[in-house]
């Protein structure tokens, strides 16, 4: 693998992943049995942090962290002997957790998974798995590496919903497959923005330097924190990084897309520092054995798809569609998959893929000696590598042409200062 800035930058983010945290802890036991519960730390008690504590209360809760201290105060109350902290580097000196759950803004994803992987730490991470292309590659890495438990938070990748969908598009109910159209109602929140000038005060409960972690220092500012992260580049990547690893989930397991050989983008009210108030991003992808080549196709912000797939996704406002050569797949977020045209005598396919028992206990069961996660890094690495691809289209405004073995654009050099990016002092991976 070549480096996305240099050969030089890749030697480095290689010998960081095998020192940080990791010096001076034990490697944790790998026996448990079923019946015993795991010592759990959760970095990030509010929003997706909360919901992951609640899933999760059966396990043992012994430690929880965050930057601001009311969320901190609220799972303390939940969890009286937990150790509780602010800081998740501090966090991690606790020995006697095995297993970590991520709930953070995107940007402190890697810093604070390397860390709990390379101290012997099983990880649960929320989606996307990471900020950058580049972090996604080194975490999958680092999962092998380290023979840890993990597990991306895309929960639909447990839902029996995705599973038929898959089911059905391998046995051919739609035949070949050319087109997969995903779209959202996202963002909510705003975007198309520049830099706020004034500088408030920030919050006494909130403390604001450990909040940017691995980000460029700026002033705080309460369009940032707690809701419209997101919408900002240094934070998040917008709607893609909101419900990409949700709406691409079946097309990435169904059609084993692998990597992109080409990527456009357009939009409408991005800046340099926000990302676009609507967005439409296209992924091409060579045949790949007995699979025919394919578009996938993403639209938000009210985006306009063509017009006939915009009649079939009427009144859904998350889902994706699969245009095939039979007909087509329709399989909206929180919903069964159906087809059209509707079949008068469907017989849907035996079942092929084995059904979850949950997608938090998937990982849990995994952490004590079962079979991997389904969304495990392996998989999750590279659907949030595709994911991102796109926010990296959109930021260099540019056909990509991609190199997916060595990370790297050739035709769009430019674009490697969006694959990767340099982290804050004290915050390396």
Avoid at 61 to 84: E, H, I, M, R, W
Avoid at 187 to 213: E, F, I, K, M, S
Avoid at 285 to 300: E, I, K, N, Q
Avoid at 366 to 389: H, M, Q, R, V, W
């Amino acid at each position: 693998m070549v480096s996305v800035l240099s050969r030089r930058r890749f030697l480095e983010c290689a010998a960081l992943l095998s020192g940080g945290v990791a010096c001076g802890f034990p490697t944790l036991l790998r026996g448990q049995t079923a019946g015993q519960k795991l010592n759990i730390g959760f970095i990030g008690c509010g929003g997706r942090g909360a919901e992951n504590l609640t899933a999760l209360a059966g396990e043992n809760v012994v430690a929880l962290c965050d930057t601001n201290a009311n969320n901190l105060a609220a799972s303390a109350q939940q969890f009286p002997k937990a150790g509780t902290y602010r800081d998740f580097r501090k966090m991690l000196e606790q020995k006697d957790m095995e297993a970590v759950v991520i709930s953070t803004p995107d940007h402190t994803h890697a810093v604070a998974a390397l860390a709990a992987m390379r101290s012997g730490r099983h990880v649960y991470c929320e989606f996307p798995l990471t900020h950058t292309v580049a972090e996604a590659r080194l975490i999958a890495q680092a999962a092998r590496e380290h023979k840890v438990a993990t597990q991306m938070g895309n929960q639909v990748h447990s839902a029996d919903a995705n599973r038929l969908a898959v089911e059905w598009i391998r046995a051919g109910i739609i035949g070949a497959v050319d087109d997969v159209f995903c779209w959202t109602d996202r963002p909510t929140w705003p975007q198309g923005l520049t830099r706020p000038v004034d500088t408030p005060p920030v919050p006494a409960h909130l403390d604001w330097n450990l909040w940017l972690g691995p980000a460029p220092e700026r002033p705080y500012h309460p369009i940032y924190q707690p809701a419209n992260w997101r919408g900002w580049w240094d934070f998040g990547n917008g709607a893609l990084g909101d419900m990409g690893c949700n709406l691409m989930d079946a097309a990435f397991w169904a059609l084993n897309l692998g990597n992109p050989s080409l990527i456009e983008a357009e939009s409408t009210g991005m800046t340099q520092e926000s990302a676009p108030k609507a967005s439409m991003v296209c992924w091409q992808f060579p045949a790949r054995g007995a699979l025919s080549a394919v578009r996938l196709h993403w639209y938000d912000g009210g985006k306009p798809m063509p017009k006939e797939t915009a009649e079939l996704a009427a009144g859904i406002k998350n889902g994706a569609i699969f245009a095939g050569s039979k007909g087509h797949l329709i399989l909206p977020i929180g919903g069964l998959p159906r087809l059209m045209p509707q079949p008068h005598d469907f017989n849907p396919p035996q079942p092929s893929l084995p059904r979850s028992i949950n997608h938090h206990q998937e990982w849990i069961q995994a952490c004590k000696g079962g079979k991997p996660a389904e969304s495990n890094f392996d998989y999750a690495g590279p659907l949030t590598e595709l994911i991102l691809l796109g926010a990296v289209a959109l930021r260099v405004g540019k056909r990509l042409e991609w190199d997916g073995p060595n990370l790297k654009a050739p035709n769009v050099p430019e674009a490697a200062a969006f694959l990767s990016h340099p982290c804050r002092q004290g915050w390396t991976l």
